[in-house]
């Protein structure tokens, strides 16, 4: 066995190894292997020179034919196609958001059928923000106006997104002095696609700003409406106490998975699963118990409200097939592999698709009846709950592994952990940054990729981090990752903090690994630093802050619209993995340098995780020298170095 697991040496976690060798076994093909088959990719996919815009290519530039049919140069081949992924990612967290504010619209004209405003305190602070009058209001009215405003959002065409008002000020400045600031978000998505077909814009640093500018339709726009009605609809999340990874599946239960990124249908089926007649029917099926967990993002979702436990992170679907003890798995949108029916063949596992949006070749096509949507949702479980019969226990193999961990620290949970229920606010966070007892703050977000060792950059970096006092926001599958590492258990992640940030930790009670959601959620960290600025002392933009985002181990085009809006926002980001740009100097130079002159910060590309720390180091290190605060770490009692710093 201990060989076998060599050959899957880019798997770091246990559980993982050992359904990757079950899958050798059962003769599953996972996206382990089927990485093997397509690494040798192709170079003009890679450094981003590939054009097939229009049927005279495709084309494809080398030193020997550097211009396209049309004329088109790398520079405008590769800002044509970096846009283009900015967009995807744009359009799929903004399409998701719009989902919900149409949610919320039924919510609010009596149409809820079991959804509810769960979160009025949500609703009126939100609303208030966007000074909608909401005081001797009802909910109901307060609700409508605001999804007015939201729908407004997605389809103004000539005036500029009023959540971008949401920022500090000075950073809405830079937008509009570079003219970045967006229009609707579908209006900018459908110019990003204008732009980009054949003839049109040419001049890469034109159709890198809009790029920029779509990204900010993104982070401060579809994502935040997304994570704000969330919110008003689920409940904003508090601190609690969960599990992660494959173990969280039960030998002697049915399992249903639930997989993708939005949360309404997966919201359902954690309260129905709680009813005694589904529970009920279960126990006459002959199982002990119903264990609903979650993978990627709907993981996170629903995990931050209900500590459903997560079964694993986009790279871990299929594993959790291959455990054979799956009875269901329901996918919505986004992150959900086309190869899951495939895999779900050599077992019982029934794949169920939800949305109408997605639908997926041998998976079954379920609707959540709008009318009855608690109800549907128990007949979903149900129906699971009679294929637990068709389980082949000779299959069935779940790993042990799990680890326990606390999540749900939004932006609102922070400042309570902070300050209480009537000091609440960011002070203290703030005052220890200041102090230097917190270095700096790092968000690392984003997916796992089968290109390099699942979660050891994540890990290694993580772990080096807090020990140099850095408190780390996480979310997406980064988040699901120190989940499993253990890093997000208080106890532990406070054992593998440096002295000062552990001692803030221990303080507030809370661990220096905060869980902030999903990767729309990115937004949570935009809403967290913004709350640095606005709570004064450490300057009066987000850049400039002491912080820096990282996406480790990323893969989807969601992590480019969010990296370049982090970007865009001020926040250096480091890719463990680069863009496929390297075709065009100037792109490469435009989004690694310029980008530092015109928003204050820039991409950096750093392949391994202890350099990475390093350069964190340094970047926030010359953010704290600009804010006059990189003074020594004030100490309450003197430590050993001390006493021999004494010289007596
Ligand atoms: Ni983000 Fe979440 Fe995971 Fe990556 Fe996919 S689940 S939206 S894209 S893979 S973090
Ligand atoms: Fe080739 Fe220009 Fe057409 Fe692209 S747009 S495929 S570079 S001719």
Redesign the pocket.
């Known amino acids: 066995m201990s060989t076998e697991i060599q050959d899957y040496k880019k798997v770091g976690d246990q559980a993982s190894q050992e359904m990757l060798i079950k899958a050798t076994g059962d003769c599953v093909d996972t996206c382990f292997d089927r990485y093997e088959t397509q690494k040798n990719h192709c170079k003009f996919g890679t450094t981003g020179v590939c054009c097939r815009i229009c049927h005279m290519g495709p084309c494809r530039i080398t030193a020997r034919s550097p211009l396209g049919v049309c004329g088109a140069d790398a520079d405008t081949i590769v800002a044509r196609n970096y846009l283009r992924e900015v967009v995807g990612g744009t359009a799929a967290h903004s399409d998701h958001g719009r989902h919900l504010v149409l949610r919320l619209k039924k919510v609010a004209q009596g149409n809820g059928n079991g959804y509810t405003i769960k979160d009025e305190k949500a609703l009126r602070y939100n609303a208030k923000l966007y000074g909608i009058e909401e005081a001797g209001r009802t909910k109901q009215e307060v609700a409508l106006d605001l999804v007015e405003l939201f729908l407004g959002e997605f389809s103004s065409q000539e005036e500029t997104l009023k959540t971008l008002t949401l920022a500090p000020e000075k950073r809405q400045g830079v937008w509009s002095n570079l003219e970045v600031t967006p229009k609707g978000i579908d209006r900018t998505v459908v110019e990003a696609m204008h732009r980009t077909t054949m003839g049109v814009d040419h001049d890469y640093k034109s159709l890198l700003m809009h790029a920029f500018r779509t990204a900010l339709a993104d982070g401060w726009g579809g994502s935040r409406v997304a994570t704000i009605v969330s919110d008003i609809l689920f409940g904003t999340p508090k601190p609690i106490k969960s599990e992660a990874n494959l173990g969280v599946l039960k030998e002697a239960n049915i399992n249903i998975l639930i997989h993708g990124?939005e949360p309404a249908l997966s919201e359902m089926l954690a309260v129905a699963v709680q009813s005694p007649d589904v529970k009920e029917y279960a126990k006459k099926a002959g199982a002990n118990g119903i264990t609903l967990a979650g993978l990627?993002?709907t993981a996170n979702e629903i995990l931050m409200r209900h500590g459903v436990p997560v079964a694993g992170?986009?790279l871990q679907q299929e594993l959790a097939i291959i455990t054979g003890a799956v009875e269901m798995m329901v996918i919505d949108v986004?992150?959900c592999m086309p190869s899951l029916p495939k895999v779900a063949e050599k077992y019982h596992t029934e794949i169920i698709s939800t949305a109408e949006i997605a639908k997926t070749v041998g998976a079954s096509h379920v609707e959540l009846n709008e009318d009855t949507p608690l109800e549907s949702a128990k007949e979903l479980i149900k129906r699971a709950i009679d294929n637990f019969k068709n389980r082949d226990a000779s299959k069935v193999s779940i790993p042990k592994a799990t680890s326990s961990m606390v999540a749900g620290f939004s932006v609102d949970a922070i400042k309570y952990m902070l300050g209480g229920t009537f000091r609440a606010s960011f002070r203290p966070l703030n005052d220890a940054i200041i102090a230097n007892r917190i270095f700096g703050v790092v968000g690392i977000v984003?997916?796992?990729n089968p290109n390099c060792e699942l979660e050891n950059y994540t890990n290694v970096l993580t772990k080096e981090l807090i020990k140099r006092n850095v408190l780390v926001l996480k979310t997406?599958?980064a988040a699901i990752a120190s989940g499993k590492a253990g890093m997000m258990k208080p106890e532990i992640g406070i054992e593998m903090a440096g002295a000062g940030l552990r001692e803030v930790c221990e303080t507030v009670g809370i661990p220096p690994v905060l869980h902030m959601g999903?990767?729309v959620d990115n937004c949570r960290i935009l809403e967290a630093a913004s709350e640095l600025v606005f709570e004064g002392g450490l300057g009066d933009d987000l850049a400039g802050l002491p912080a820096v985002g990282v996406a480790p181990e990323w893969?989807?085009e969601?992590?480019i619209a969010i990296g370049s809006y982090f970007v865009a926002s001020g926040v250096d980001v480091i890719l463990g993995n680069p863009f496929y740009t390297s075709g065009s100097e100037n792109v490469v130079k435009f989004l690694n340098e310029d980008t530092k002159e015109l928003f204050g910060a820039s991409f950096h590309d750093c392949a391994d995780p202890m350099e990475a720390a390093d350069l964190i180091m340094e970047i926030i290190g010359e953010a704290r020298e600009k804010l006059g605060i990189n003074k020594k770490a004030e100490r309450k009692l003197y430590d050993m170095q001390d006493r021999r710093d004494l010289d007596v």
């Open positions: 990124h990627c993002c992170n986009f986004q992150c984003g997916c796992s997406g599958c999903s990767c893969m989807s969601k992590a």
